[in-house]
């Protein structure tokens, strides 16, 4: 089993930047793959990023350019830096792991992007 804990999320304005963390906990393997997902009021979960224990990427296109993924593998940490915040950024973000074909999730951290 593996739990992930989030951290970071927030009010922020318009052209704001945060930064989300997620955690690690437990049995982990790999190779192995860390991501965000979000949720918008009214739609569906949809992936933001994602990147793998040997740090390839991955980006929804409606971020690439403004957010960036990173991990600290020792830490079993995953990060979203996200810049230039738009309100239709405005979600739950998820954290998501995944290893010998299980998904772990994360239990959302709200992310809310207004002036």
């Known amino acids: 089993q593996v739990q992930l804990v989030e951290s970071g999320g927030g009010l922020v304005q318009p052209g704001g930047s945060l930064r989300l963390s997620c955690a690690a906990s437990g049995i982990i393997f790999s190779p192995n793959v860390m991501g965000w997902y979000r949720q918008a009021p009214g739609k569906q979960r949809e992936l933001v990023a994602a990147i793998t224990s040997g740090d390839s990427t991955n980006y929804a296109s409606s971020v690439k350019g403004r957010f960036t993924i990173s991990r600290d593998n020792a830490k079993n940490t995953v990060y979203l830096r996200m810049n230039s915040l738009k309100p239709e950024d405005t979600a739950v973000y998820y954290c998501?792991?995944?290893?010998?074909?299980?998904?772990?999730w994360g239990q959302g951290t709200l992310v809310t992007v207004s002036s």
């Open positions: 998501n792991h995944l290893q010998l074909g299980s998904n772990y």
